[in-house]
């Protein structure tokens, strides 16, 4: 990126080689990659950012940018971007843990956040897809969002463990980055999905983490998870109808076990879509994160204060 400044924004037709070199976003550009472990060609587009994300579609070019330039303006304006959620000790014992951490962007002072984990089968994180876009639509209703860059290749266990490291962190410091912790909501697809129910279902201390009040709402897009426990959060499911990776009828059936116990839900089911379209921008999807965030506000005004768990 010669000659161009930390507040230059990127393009669809800007490379990975620009991502990777603003320098605004020295220090963990890499970690809005997928992986960190993998050479990517350098050259790529922003624009075909699509083909380093075999298990998504729909992925918007103009989406990935809004995401990515919002992270540059936030650091120009001097805002704290990025959070680790482990010591550099902790990092040293379990070296995966290096690749973590929270990308913060901020709604308004002392509202309440949202924690976002993206897709990606366990095996890569789609930050820029499912996570950053979605960011920048709660900012627009004016919540604080993070974005969690979790543990990939170490399965379900190790990334869920992460999600509970990253609320006990935003519980511990949740003055300082000026977000309530009252009426805080998970998110998550695909892979990111399973982990924001597991914490929703037993806790962020069975994930090894400090208790925490169970969340107000999880909205969880196109997954396949079916574990439910006592005391589920109200919960809001989409889908695509066509999923093959994550067939809508395994999700169905957890709806309609959290229904019988009482549990407040929501389902939209997305005609003529498949697995992981994030936003769905210029789709049927469109807007379902709109609906998602009023019954998340609608949760939040009738929650009953619960124990740390």
Known sequence: MAGRHATTHLGPGDS?????????????ARLLLPRTDVEVDRTTRLGDFASLL??????????????????????????QAFIDIYTPAEKARTPGKADTGLIFLRGRPGAPFA????????????????????????????????????????????????????LSTIFRHASTLQV???????????????????????GTARFGSDP?????AVVMAYTGHADTSVGEPPTF????????????????RRLRALERAGVTVAYRQVPGLG???????????????????????????QRVPQPPR
Not at 184 to 199: E, K, V
Not at 243 to 249: G, V
Not at 278 to 283: A, E, F, H, I, S
Request: glycine residues 14%.
């Open 212 to 216: 925490c009040p169970r969340p107000a």
């Open 237 to 252: 499911v989409v889908g695509g109808e066509q999923d093959r990776i994550s067939p809508a009828a395994v999700m169905e």
């Open 115 to 166: 924690v976002i984990a993206p897709g990606g089968g366990f095996s890569y994180v789609a930050v820029v897809h499912e996570g950053l876009p979605y960011a920048l639509a709660l900012n627009r209703h004016g919540f604080n969002a993070f974005v969690l860059r979790y543990r990939v290749e170490q399965g379900a266990t190790a990334a869920t463990e992460d999600l509970a490291a990253a």
């Open 16 to 28: 990975l080689g620009d991502l990777l070199d603003h320098p605004a976003l020295t220090g963990f």
């Open 275 to 301: 697995h992981g379209f994030g936003l769905g921008t210029g789709t049927a999807a469109q807007g379902w994160i709109d609906d998602a965030v009023r019954f998340w506000e609608r949760a939040a005004s």
């Open 54 to 79: 075999p298990y998504h579609t729909q992925v918007d070019a103009r989406d990935i940018a809004a995401g990515l330039n919002r992270l540059i303006d936030d650091l120009g304006a001097g805002h």
């Open 180 to 202: 309530s912790t009252d009426g805080y909501s998970l998110w998550g697809s695909s892979a990111g999905a399973r982990m924001a129910a597991s914490i929703g279902s037993h």
